[in-house]
Structure formats: structure tokens, C-alpha cells
T-cell receptor, first 109, second 113 residues
Framework: DAKTTQPPSMDCAEGRAANLPCNHS???????VYWYRQIHSQGPQYIIH???NNETNEMASLIITEDRKSSTLILPHATLRDTAVYYC??????????FGKGTHLIIQP | EAGVAQSPRYKIIEKRQSVAFWCNPI?????LYWYQQILGQGPKLLIQ????????DSQLPKDRFSAERLKGVDSTLKIQPAKLEDSAVYLC???????????FGPGTRLTVL
């Protein structure tokens, strides 16, 4: 799996868009970018994944740069329940996921 | 759709004792994973099953950890004997196939005293 780099923590005001960056400069051409989040005392929750194109679902949007070396997860209208650790993972091979330390996103009221 | 089930949710044991965790994956999911998450870190893969066969157990401490998935559905992870450094949350995840989205259970929090 590709090594990813994320800021350790971020704050965002409730109701605003939360933009979480991730660098994955070593990602190979067939590796997906996955995003999971982990709310306190729960298991990781799948959010979204993409390969080359931008993706959107009911939870978030994923913007991947053209060179695929970085991506941004966007939570369009953050709520207090979005406070969690967000993991960006480069992978998609047949192996298990390689988690880093992620970004602790704190939504401020 | 029911999610991944794990039990127990919490377990406290003394070092050198043994412990077992159980996981029931999402119905129809062929691939099952066990992860260990130490406080403050991301989950680390211990073992991966495809149906009832082991695909990857390279990070499983085999001198004390064992896991099985006899009928290709439920799985158990055992630690014998436990050490203090085994204190962690043990997460089970499943996916329909390898290399697709994984869905995680709530985890079992193990404390070794």
C-alpha cells in the first residue's frame, strides 16, 4: 500500500465545509484512495474511495489531483457528529488496509 | 443489513491468561480480517481469511496468537498466553471479496493487567 501523510489534527466550525488533505505521492497507478473515519469507541467506518476521477456520495466528496499525488476529502456541511479520526489509505490490492495515524477532526459548535 | 458482530465488547484478564474473541461477518462476505488497534494508533492487520483459508498472517504473532474460520463464516481470534502489550482493541472486518470495501465491527477492547 502507498504511504500517506495527513495533518494530525484540524478544527472546523459546525455548518462549514471540512476539507481534509492527504498526500500519497507514492501511490501506484492501480491503487485506490480510500477514506475511513473512526468515531470514538467505534470501529472504522467507510466513507468513500476513488481511483482517478472525483467522487461524491451521500457522506462526502473526494477530490483527487490529476497527478494522483494528493487528495482532499470534503464534508460539505460538518456537524458535531462528524468529530472523528479520518484515515486516508492508498491501496486496493488484495491485502488488508494499512492505516496511519489519521487526522483528528474536531467540529466546533 | 446487519453489520459485523463481535463479542465480547470488553474483556479484562491478567497476563499469562488466555482469551478468545468472536466475529460474525456480514452475510455473504467471503473475506474476513482481524486488526489490532493500540491506543493512539491506526488499526494494524493481523490476519486475513478468504472463505476458510488464510491469505495473509505475516503480522500475526504466531507464538501466542491464533485464528480460525472453520466453516468460512464466523471466526475466532485467540491469545495464549496474553502479555501486557496485547492490551488493545481487536477489530474484525469483512468484505464481499478481496480488494474491495471493508466493513468493520465495533471491536473488542482487551485490557491485560
Amino acid at each position: 500500500d502507498a504511504k500517506t501523510t495527513q495533518p494530525p489534527s484540524m478544527d472546523c466550525a459546525e455548518g462549514r465545509a471540512a476539507n481534509l488533505p492527504c498526500n500519497h505521492s507514492t501511490i501506484s497507478g492501480n491503487e485506490y484512495v480510500y477514506w475511513y473515519r473512526q468515531i470514538h469507541s467505534q470501529g472504522p467506518q467507510y466513507i468513500i474511495h476513488g481511483l482517478k476521477n472525483n467522487e461524491t456520495n451521500e457522506m462526502a466528496s473526494l477530490i483527487i489531483t490529476e497527478d494522483r499525488k494528493s487528495s482532499t476529502l470534503i464534508l460539505p456541511h460538518a456537524t458535531l457528529r462528524d468529530t472523528a479520526v479520518y484515515y486516508c489509505i492508498g491501496g486496493g490490492g488484495a491485502d488488508g488496509l494499512t492505516f496511519g495515524k489519521g487526522t483528528h477532526l474536531i467540529i466546533q459548535p | 443489513e446487519a453489520g459485523v458482530a463481535q463479542s465480547p465488547r470488553y474483556k479484562i484478564i491478567e497476563k499469562r491468561q488466555s482469551v478468545a474473541f468472536w466475529c460474525n461477518p456480514i452475510s455473504g462476505h467471503a473475506t474476513l480480517y482481524w486488526y489490532q488497534q493500540i491506543l493512539g494508533q491506526g488499526p494494524k492487520l493481523l490476519i486475513q481469511f478468504q472463505n476458510n483459508g488464510v491469505v495473509d498472517d505475516s503480522q500475526l504473532p504466531k507464538d501466542r496468537f491464533s485464528a480460525e474460520r472453520l466453516k468460512g463464516v464466523d471466526s475466532t481470534l485467540k491469545i495464549q498466553p496474553a502479555k501486557l502489550e496485547d492490551s488493545a482493541v481487536y477489530l474484525c472486518a469483512s468484505s464481499i471479496l478481496r480488494a474491495v470495501t471493508q466493513y468493520f465491527g465495533p471491536g473488542t477492547r482487551l485490557t491485560v493487567l
